[in-house]
């Protein structure tokens, strides 16, 4: 399977791609390099440093559809999403709405989206489940939450399916 890793060569990411390539997949990072490193990767694996909330690059990730995306990519310092907005708005938000419109358009519909525990807020009780009220705190939790509904959205008008 051809798999799109959006914020690949960072932490989590590079994991991810490593677990993927060692199951025979074809994987294709995305990431800017702003906190990842290239030498997180494999090195038969295809980077491309781009970023994300340019408009136009996740056209470009396209050339050759993949058959499922992961979206990793995006700023998560809680702290900073308060002195920032803008920032977050854009690397969170914005580039998650440029990449599911580019994914879709190429008939890409299958995503994988990293959210985080920041969209619950305080927790109510213990342990959080996933049917705990969302009530983010922080900049950085409403636009993960966001780029949720986001997805819930392009589910029902684009066919997409997030997991």
Known sequence: ??????????????????????????????????????????????????DLSDPGAAGVLMKDTPDAAILLAGAKAVGESMQDPGKYARNNLAAAIYLVEALTQAGCYNLVFSSTAAVYGEPKYSPVDEEHPLDPQNFYGFTKWEVERLLAWYAQLKGLRPG
């Open 1 to 50: 399977m051809k798999v799109l890793v959006a914020g690949g060569a960072g932490y989590i990411g590079s994991h991810v791609v490593w677990a993927l390539r060692d199951a025979g997949h074809q994987v294709t990072v995305a990431d800017n390099l702003s906190t990842g490193l290239r030498s997180n990767l494999p090195t038969d694996c295809e980077l491309i440093e781009t």
